[in-house]
């Protein structure tokens, strides 16, 4: 049975303009300008006021009201609108190709020299050497089929499978096999490996196969790579029949080679510029915020859209044609005003809730020493701005402060509070701080095992469970002590 019923609902949504602060909110400095140049390039009725400032007329009557001066001159009083000719205009993005959202000051390009890439390098070399067409393109496949790492993690037969179906070329295994031994000739030393030991192989049977310490590098990556990654030196010594000098030599000599081939030519690539949202400084033990100016973009409305709507509002209003031109300008307003309104709103909450950071943190952005971070959880600093949690994880997750000692992500400063013996609550990043130091200071041949490290914080009056000294050192990307052994 069907039945109809009247039902009363309580719903919470947000607005666009709310969900437009909140998008604009967790985008970082470095990706503002795209963000406002984008909104540029959409909205004709949203100006950049900086460059606009600079083609403005120059004021001949500083008595009269700014506002009164603007007139559209150049259109001729009496000239009236076009409709159809402002319909018919569609490209109102000439403006926005010159656009700059901050200072020369503030604007510090990073160069970036030009190379070809990882894949590139390799088919360069290809392309010197001297082939037929078959194994020409066996070659590109081959180079085409390696992982980022510079690895061949796909079997021979795969290979031969696209060869024959995206090529049209039938292969045979040994052709893709001699193919790759070519391959694994190019450089970097290592490419075209299947699996680490084949790489370190390739690199090694590259040098100076003479010297005795390569011979047994060699030797070493062939028969006792487990027993090499997992530190048992004295098995190696051993079944080598070589003192810990000599051992220490062939170790130096195996940790020189490169386990990601592929990575060598990529490096510059992945390198990130971080720009700053906030600086502080401190001038004689008085800390000053300031908020990067390119958070504070000069945007303003257009005043030629203004008066187009001033005109159309005016006019006749039968005409299909005016009504739709007085409510695309209508809408084109209100979006620039909305934009502009959530920038200004932005502005406000990252410099309140930085703020609230800075004075929680005060002693800290003094001196620069995390042993003086307190702890404190995003709940404290909503308290404080009288904003909700989620505002302050949006601000914390995407924005930099740079400080006389350093650029620190915001989300950095937030951490959990431990109880010492004396019942004071301290920051974990103080335990953290001092597990780095003990680690530091260890004699790498006997590394301080997690007990060990849990004893020597009991000493000092951090009570903590081992497992929680294990996760702090993983998050540390310190690895167990048998890792950290040396000769």
């Given amino acids: 049975m069907l039945k109809q019923t009247l039902q009363q609902k309580l719903l919470q949504k947000l607005s666009p303009q709310q969900i437009q602060f909140i998008k604009l909110l967790q985008v970082p400095t470095v990706s503002l300008d795209a963000r406002i140049k984008e909104e540029l390039e959409e909205n004709p009725a949203l100006e950049d006021g900086s460059l606009a400032n600079m083609n403005d007329p120059v004021e001949e009557y500083p008595d009269r009201d700014p506002d009164e001066n603007y007139e559209m001159e150049e259109r001729g009083a009496d000239e009236e609108f076009s409709v159809e000719e402002y319909i018919q205009e569609e490209d109102f993005n000439d403006y926005s190709s010159s656009y700059s959202s901050d200072d020369d000051d503030d604007r510090k390009e990073i160069p970036v020299a030009i190379q070809d890439s990882f894949y590139e390098n390799l088919r360069n070399q290809l392309d010197l050497l001297a082939l037929s067409d078959k194994s020409y393109q066996i070659g590109l496949q081959v180079i085409g089929s390696l992982d980022d790492d510079g690895y061949l993690r796909r079997p021979i ?34 490419v075209g490996a299947r699996d680490l030991q084949e790489c370190l192989l390739i690199q090694l049977r590259k040098k100076d196969l003479n010297n005795p310490i390569i011979q047994k590098a060699i030797d070493v990556i062939e028969r006792f790579l487990d027993e090499f990654i997992k530190k048992h030196y004295d098995k190696i010594e051993k079944q080598l029949g070589v003192n810990s000098a000599e051992l220490r030599d062939i170790f130096a000599e195996i940790l020189k080679l490169n386990p990601k081939p592929g990575d060598s030519g990529a490096a510059a690539g992945k390198q990130m510029h971080v720009i700053p949202d906030f600086h502080i400084s401190n001038n004689d033990g008085i800390l000053h915020l300031t908020l990067n100016g390119r958070n504070a973009p000069e945007l303003r409305v257009s005043r030629s859209y203004q008066e187009m709507f001033a005109h159309y509002e005016k006019a006749e209003k039968n005409d299909k044609k005016m009504k739709d031109a007085v409510q695309f300008v209508k809408q084109k307003l209100d979006s620039a005003k909305w934009f502009i309104d959530a920038i200004k709103q932005r502005q406000q909450t990252l410099l309140k809730t930085m703020n609230a950071i800075m004075e929680y943190q005060y002693d800290y952005f003094l001196k620069g020493d995390d042993r003086m971070l307190k702890p404190m959880i995003l709940k404290d600093i909503a308290e404080r701005i009288e904003m909700d949690i989620s505002t302050v994880s949006r601000v914390a997750n995407s924005k930099y402060v740079q400080t006389e000692f350093g650029t620190f992500l915001l989300k950095s400063f937030f951490s959990e509070a431990i109880q010492t013996d004396s019942g004071e609550e301290v920051s974990n990043k103080e335990v953290k701080k001092i597990l780095e130091e003990c680690i530091g200071n260890e004699d790498k041949r006997k590394p301080l095992a997690d007990e060990k490290l849990t004893e020597i914080l ?9 497992r929680t000294v294990a996760k702090y050192r993983e998050a540390m990307n310190i690895p167990v002590a048998r890792l950290r052994k040396e000769l």
């Fill in 458 to 466: 009991k000493e000092k009056g951090y009570s903590i469970a081992r």
């Fill in 157 to 190: 037969l795969s290979l031969i499978d696209d060869l024959a179906f995206s090529q049209n070329v039938i292969a045979e295994e040994e052709e893709v096999m001699e193919m790759l031994k070519v391959v694994q000739e190019f450089d970097p030393a290592g």
